[in-house]
């Protein structure tokens, strides 16, 4: 059973940055992909960045891009989002996302990943 746990999240002003992480335990095999999603209620889960397991090919959201680096440890198998500049509209849930299936890949889709975490919480101070 893979499970992800995740941590980082916080409170901070505009300008600010935080860094989440993202811890996978599971089968000696995979991930695949791992990614992060966030979430405002009210609101449907939006794609915010996503890295190739293996390759380590990085894939993010417009909205994010030059400010949020996403990274993976392999050897611990954590997955890493840097987020820098940080904005009010920065803030959400955020979920990290493993797909152990391999099928067909797609980054910036929910449906690729079939292990979430639990989320935690950024807020971002005006």
């Known amino acids: 059973q893979v499970q992800l746990v995740e941590s980082g999240g916080g409170l901070v002003q505009a300008g600010g940055s935080l860094r989440l992480s993202c811890a996978a335990s599971g089968p000696s095999y995979g991930p695949y992909a791992m990614g992060w999603f966030r979430q405002v209620p009210g609101k449907n889960r939006e794609f915010v960045a996503a890295?190739?397991?293996?390759?380590?090919?990085?894939y993010y959201a417009d909205s994010v891009k030059g400010r949020f680096t996403i990274y993976r440890d392999k050897d611990k198998k954590t997955l890493y989002l840097e987020m820098n500049s940080l904005k009010p509209e920065d803030t959400a849930a955020y979920y990290c996302?493993?797909?152990?299936?391999?099928?067909?890949?797609?980054?910036?889709?929910?449906?690729?990943?079939?292990?979430w975490g639990q989320g935690t919480q950024v807020t971002v101070d005006s």
């Open positions: 996302a493993a797909d152990y299936r391999g099928m067909e890949i797609r980054f910036r889709e929910e449906a690729t990943y079939d292990y």
């Open positions: 890295v190739s397991w293996s390759g380590g090919s990085t």
